[in-house]
């Protein structure tokens, strides 16, 4: 194992705690905390809201993503980064005027309906369990890579770590740690990555799809999980039994697995491919209108002092996740060459924890690098599933337990404990599920109900309660079973799968068409201070009113 | 929540801008309108949020016609799939790298001109005769 990763993960926990302790010196109550988020200027704010939302799935599954499925899958990172702007253009001044600190808060600011409240309450809870899944997903991964344990163990072990941290209050979402979190997220890509382009320069730049199908770059030995049958490029097959070991000489050709999915040549390195049309217009609509919809994006943008500098904060955001997105790109390309024996074991999630070592050897140098990227890891799945068992809980403590008949601290870590159990059970039960694409069906969630609650709600005045429960219903209602079917059900083929597997390109705009039709239906629902509250989010505060 | 967590209560405490409200200038005729929704007040609000949604949707039908159209043209036009520059195939660039700054500019573009829509609303409530 190597010696660097241990005490670079301690590393990691320690100044993590430290920079939070520091933190806390100054902020002592609630009251504290908001005036202290309200000096600190958008560039830093805007690292938090970054350090938060970079998560295990962008820090590990993009990379996996592209090493495997090649072009077609890089709309996965630029919808990450283009679903700010869509929350820039649409959501991020107006609903910091509204002055609502979560989804629930902005159904009973702009629409007064605890029903609504409810239901918002449901999709909360929903869409942030969907979303911590894969971050505990990550946590598996990264042990079984690291150490060779079991992935289960690796899951509820982070799953455990974060839980009694957030109930125990051990990590608030301070924004000089969530900042930190986005500066060593970044160093922990980019400098392994300049060594990596270097080594592949001075390697003689072996192509990254030679004609004859990938090879071996060094000699490999694969384990196989299951028992499949390998086809080498030359059409000659064999099979091999479960846990067989194979060990492949350098140069030789990497075969096909039969019990793995993954492009070769041609389909890899253009668009198309095996991929539709619809399923890639779908993932562009989830993933371009899902980020406003995510709860602990939201959260975030309370701590801008008002509406103009929420709008700067975004687009400071905007730039941040761009750049750090121009990262695993990269690496996984060059997984194509260095690590190709992730495409016979399907663990391409790994890629981005393996290259480093792949390619530079098992030197000083390698071990060092693979170290950080493993931090940089740690980092990504505690930021985002602190600051997502957080809000989740916090929804749960404010409208499931009624806290405000009187809540305490027992019953605000019991909320924790509730919220962090069923992602876990989940995070076992879809161990094989690519991280990217988990995350893929909660943005389509999100979508699907939030994003025409908030745009309808901060542009329409005719939108009324009726029809926003009509509307979320109907399009977060069918993505929610879709997403459903998906994780728990059988397997499906030709075009119910495309339908199901990538539903947003259907459940958006249904939505958007119930909502305004149920609230044409109910006219004379509408709030009768419409007026007043419009005046409020889109009135620049400089005026005072 | 954090009022509760640390243990014992915390004693709230009122906060009255009263120097900010002391300075207040003299209410003037459209700010009033604006505070007591009269028709004139409606009007000018509606004026300013239809100004910032037609920015906003004018903004996304550029990034839907610059990305958006990508995997259309891609799929018509598969020739530019095996476009090269640089030794890397087009798409790749196009999404790999160049859509990030792309949606940078976009955004940079739409803070510009929101601030300047909501200046040009302050402008008309502060100096109606303006």
Redesign the interface.
Known sequence: MNPYVVPGLILVVLVTVGIGAYGLRFA???SD?LVASRSVSPTWNAAAISGEYLSAASFLGVAGLILRYG?DV??Y??GF??G???L???VA?PLRRSGAFTLPDFCQVRLRSPVLRRLATVFVVFIGCLYLVPQLQGAGLTFTTVTGGRYEWGALLVGLVVTANVAL?GMRAITFVQAFQYWLKLTALAVPVIFLALQWQSDGRPAVTPPAGPVFSATTTVTFAEAATLTLPDGSQSRVAEGEERTFAAGAAVPEVSSVDDRRGADW????GDTT?FA??SL?LATFLGTMGLPHVLVRFYTNPDG?SA??T??VV??LV??F??LP?LYGVLGRVYTPQLLMTGRTDAVVLLLPEAALGGGHLGQFLGALVTAGALAAFLSTSSGLLTSVA?VV??DILH?DRG???RD?RLATVLAAIVPMALSVYVADMDVSRVVGLAFAVAASSFCPLLVLGI?WRGLTDVGAVAGILAGGGAAMVAVLITVLGPPLSGWPAQLIGQPAAWTVPLAFVVMVTGSLVSKRRVPRDV??T??RL???E???? | ???????AP?RRTRVVLGEAAAR?PAPDPA?AD??E?TPV??AL?KG??RA??AL?LR??LV?VTG??AL??L??VA?AV??AKLLGV?L??LL???L???F??G???A??RW??RN?QD??AV??RPEG
């Open positions: 002592r109550t609630t905390f072009v890089l709309w990172p630029v980064a283009a700010y702007l869509a820039l253009l649409f001044a209050g390195l253009l668009p198309g049309l890639t217009y562009i103009a709008r700067r975004t687009l905007l730039g761009g750049l997105y121009l790109t916090g403590f404010t806290a809540g305490s601290v605000f542009w007026g007043a419009m005046l889109h009135a620049p400089s005026l005072r009113l | 929540m954090d009022d509760v967590r640390n243990g915390v207040r700010r604006l505070a929704q007040g409606e609000v300013l949020v910032q949604l906003a903004l996304s990034v990305l958006g995997p259309l891609f799929a598969p799939g095996h195939n798409p790749w999404l790999g790298l859509s990030f700054p949606l940078l976009v955004g940079w739409y803070v929101a601030e909501e609303f302050t409530i502060t």
